[in-house]
């Protein structure tokens, strides 16, 4: 049964995918014999936040995972079909994941800092990637990421302590920090807020907002009144498939689809 | 309230909880107890050997036996002038036999020192013979036998002149193997371990953390990395002997590498510790949370910068530990290299990894074997060093494991 109606794809894509910032078409997942995507196509546009939301084990972590080629670890996983960044295939063979993965950074469920202090955390990016000429270029680099991470005031007279010695939610901000100082394109966060208290939500959601200014971001969430908040646009997944995706407001107050309105009214989910 | 039935329960749940505690203390005890009792006896049998029986006698340097280097005759000519009522050939090679026969060299060296002695008299204290060191401290009685009585007598009539002593049996940590237990020492036998143990850890530690890392984090889960997988855990509880008969095969059969060399005993080590090792590794590197790899990957780092950025370093402490323990392990080991010929009678100290040589444990094997009194309370003692070896590389792998211990 094909859930997504043709109107409901219409919103997903653009007529001209190369408006897209990440364009995906018919996108089939397989782990082993499951079927765990299933011809999902959608346009994630410049500049803006986008929320994946469904209930739990519908793919869109699955989706979102593969924007990044983060599946590529996973050996049992395949992925069909076709996902363009900035109008150029990553799934071609002559495309490095390691480069991919520069422009396109992840922030993930659980606060993941490395155990380094706080500065090495954000600089190790930068590092590996030769993104600094100097001490001091990376220094700036850091406390630069810091700042748009919302993070600087609370650590910049500790930099030099473990970075798994902050509070939840701080850690979360050093994920995010660590993530922009690669200087990546797309951000993909994922559900980066279950593990948090809803103070150290409501920053990260702040930030969130802040970050649509330079990078397009796409987030998984479990809570439909974070993706009301923080984004502009909202993909409704389930059971595999992309059933509904449209702008924020639209999709929360008039859903095109059946099953999305028995989501977001909490009917099942 | 808490009702009547729910009260019987609650006390036989709280029972049951004591009984356990009661079990693990009394199983800790009997273990503990086994240790004291192991630790004592091994103690109390083994700590005489650290001193040395030694008798002071008047030697004098004459020139004539000097020159033709018989420091040997210097010795029979001071113990005859101390006992000069011995004259038959008989009597005078039993009392000789109260001094050891390599108390001679005590008088080269001093004459190699300061040939200034020459010619001069000097109370030495000699080497006793081993015979004279057990009944001096008590292992054996003076009519057990194994003296003469006349060789009691004249001890005797030495301690009553005060010139038996007890001295610090430098000669126990210097001296390579020998027939005549005052002049055994265990020197060679460390040295040949040290040397062993150099070869197994420059040899295991790379080839088995490159091992686990490459079967851990790069190698596709398939049936073939499975099997090598099974034959790694199998390979860990083949017996060692087995291990001994690969290495006289391969090592000294087909590649002709020289007999009872430390190399070889070392090589046929690290066969017996790579198992062992490379286990412990790939527990190590498993322990490190996925959720660090991921970070890293979706920074873009490549496989190989994730694994020595973040996964070994984070897996050092499991791995340290692992390679320490398995080392320990190997230095501990005898069978598999009784096969490549390390049970040799060896007196001289090896001076370098092809030199023929023994190890503690092959040591303590050689002299557990020799009838001599004086051996057992020497295999305790070497015992004893052995112990102390293992002890100190357990407290490297803690003090390592501290060191290099995160936590996140």
């Given at each position: 049964m094909n859930v997504a109606s043709k109107p409901a794809l219409d919103q997903a894509t653009l007529d001209d995918r190369r408006l897209a910032k990440v364009s995906a078409r018919d996108v089939d997942v397989f782990y082993g014999a499951k079927q765990a995507l299933k011809s999902v196509s959608i346009d994630i546009r410049p500049n803006e936040v986008t929320a994946l939301i469904g209930p739990s084990g519908c793919g869109k972590s699955t989706f979102l995972r593969c924007l990044n080629r983060m599946n590529d670890l996973i050996e049992s996983c395949r992925v069909a079909g076709s996902i363009?960044?900035?109008?150029?295939?990553?799934?071609?063979?002559?495309?490095?994941?390691?480069?991919?993965?520069?422009?396109?950074?992840?922030?993930?469920?659980?606060?993941?800092?490395?155990?380094?202090?706080?500065?090495?955390?954000?600089?190790?990016?930068?590092?590996?990637?030769?993104?600094?000429?100097?001490?001091?270029?990376l220094?700036?680099?850091?406390?630069?990421?810091?700042?748009?991470?919302?993070?600087?005031?609370?650590?910049?007279?500790?930099?030099q302590e473990q970075g798994t010695g902050l509070s939840g939610g701080q850690q979360q901000r050093l994920c995010i920090a660590r993530a922009i100082a690669v200087s990546p394109e797309v951000i993909l966060m994922d559900e980066p807020?279950?593990?948090?208290?809803?103070?150290?939500?409501?920053?990260?959601?702040?930030?969130?907002?802040?970050?649509?200014?330079r990078f397009t971001i796409v987030i998984v969430t479990h809570s439909m009144q974070q993706a009301a908040r923080v984004s502009q646009r909202t993909g409704f997944f389930h059971l595999g498939e992309l059933v509904e995706c449209g702008e924020t407001e639209q999709i929360f107050t008039n859903p095109r689809h059946k099953l999305t309105q028995g989501y977001i009214t909490g009917r099942f989910g | 309230m808490i009702d009547e039935r729910t009260a019987r329960r609650l006390a036989r749940r709280h029972a049951a909880e004591r009984r356990f505690k009661l079990y693990g203390m009394a199983s800790?005890?009997?273990?503990?107890?086994?240790?004291?009792?192991?630790?004592?006896?091994?103690?109390?049998?083994?700590?005489?050997?650290?001193?040395q029986t030694g008798i002071a006698v008047e030697v004098s340097f004459d020139a004539g036996p000097v020159k033709e280097g018989d420091f040997a005759g210097l010795v029979k000519s001071a113990l005859a002038a101390r006992f000069p009522e011995v004259t038959a050939r008989n009597d005078k090679r039993e009392l000789f036999g109260l001094i050891s026969s390599g108390a001679d060299r005590v008088l080269r060296d001093m004459v190699q020192d300061d040939p200034g002695l020459i010619g001069q008299r000097r109370v030495v204290t000699l080497l006793a013979s081993d015979d004279v060191d057990m009944v001096f401290k008590g292992h054996v009685t003076a009519e057990s036998g194994r003296l003469t009585a006349r060789q009691a007598e004249w001890l005797a009539s030495l301690r009553q002149t005060g010139a038996v002593s007890l001295g610090f049996n430098t000669t126990f940590f210097t001296a390579g193997d020998s027939r005549e237990p005052e002049l055994a020492g265990v020197g060679g036998a460390v040295v040949g371990s040290l040397f062993a143990m150099v070869v197994t850890l420059c040899l295991a530690f790379p080839l088995g953390v490159s091992t686990a890392v490459y079967l851990e984090e790069f190698a596709p889960k398939?049936?073939?990395?499975?099997?090598?997988?099974?034959?790694?855990?199998?390979l860990a509880a083949v017996p060692s002997i087995v291990f001994g008969l690969l290495g006289l095969a391969l090592f000294l059969n087909f590649l002709n590498m020289p007999r009872s060399a430390p190399l070889v005993g070392g090589l046929v080590l690290t066969l017996m510790s790579l198992p062992v090792i490379i286990i412990a590794s790939r527990a190590a590197l498993k322990a490190v949370p996925p959720s660090i790899r991921e970070a890293a990957r979706g920074l873009g780092a490549s496989r190989l910068q994730v694994v020595t950025h973040h996964v070994l370093p984070l897996a050092m402490p499991g791995i340290l530990t692992g390679?320490?323990?398995?080392?320990?392990?190997?230095?501990?080991?005898?069978?598999?290299?009784?096969?490549?010929g390390m049970v040799a009678f060896i007196v001289d100290i090896p001076a370098g990894f092809l030199d023929?040589?023994?190890?503690l444990p092959v040591q303590v094997y050689l002299w557990a074997d020799s009838p001599e009194r004086a051996f057992v309370e020497r295999t305790s003692a070497a015992i004893m060093i052995l112990l102390a070896f293992l002890a100190v590389m357990n407290l490297l792998a803690i003090v390592l494991r501290k060191k290099f211990e995160r936590r996140w």
């Open positions: 363009w960044l900035d109008g150029e295939d990553i799934y071609t063979s002559g495309l490095d994941p390691v480069q991919l993965r520069a422009r396109v950074g992840m922030v993930f469920q659980k606060p993941n800092p490395f155990p380094k202090t706080i500065y090495d955390n954000v600089a190790y990016g930068p590092r590996i990637h030769g993104l600094a000429r100097s001490r001091a270029e220094d700036e680099i850091v406390m630069t990421s810091l700042e748009k991470a919302g993070l600087i005031d609370e650590v910049k007279d500790r930099l807020c279950s593990a948090l208290d809803p103070i150290a939500t409501a920053k990260v959601e702040e930030l969130i907002d802040e970050l649509r200014q | 800790v005890a009997v273990a503990l107890a086994f240790l004291v009792a192991l630790l004592v006896t091994i103690v109390g049998k083994g700590y005489t050997a650290f001193a398939n049936r073939w990395t499975e099997l090598i997988e099974v034959n790694i855990n199998n390679t320490i323990i398995a080392t320990a392990h190997a230095i501990g080991e005898t069978a598999p290299l009784l096969m490549i023929p040589a023994t190890v």
